[in-house]
């Protein structure tokens, strides 16, 4: 009777053992499952973020490369109103330069000539 007694042990383990892995695997099953989900929903709200976040900055990346030109074609102007002022400048330099170089001989010529006829006399 020991015999037929341990096989009735044995089968009554293995029905458990079958039972409980049965359930361990259905509770896996159920969480890869709720994983899925939560990950199908997750991908869902980042192509919405993505895509908000593209309807939101394009107009103000725009907005910013339209500003951008605006202060590039100011520093541009400026660049060659700068341009102008020294060329400008330089010509008045050039020409008040020559003008006292003219107006300095003149004045030296003058005082020679002076100091010559105050010597002779």
């Given at each position: ?19 409980v892995t049965a ?10 499952v709720k994983l ?86």
């Amino acid at each position: 009777m020991s015999i037929e007694l341990s096989q009735i042990v044995l089968n009554n383990g293995l029905t458990f053992l079958a039972v409980v892995t049965a359930i361990v695997v259905g509770t896996v099953g159920y969480f890869l499952v709720k994983l899925l989900m939560d990950l199908s929903t997750l991908t869902k709200n980042a192509n919405e973020t993505s895509l908000i976040l593209n309807n939101e900055l394009k107009p103000t990346l725009k907005e910013l490369n339209e500003t951008m030109r605006s202060i590039n074609s100011i520093i541009q102007s400026t660049d060659e109103g700068v341009g102008n002022m020294k060329s400008s400048l330089e010509n008045a330099i050039v020409k008040t330069k020559a003008f006292s170089e003219s107006l300095l001989g003149g004045f030296f010529k003058g005082f020679m000539t002076v100091y010559s006829l105050i010597k002779k006399k």
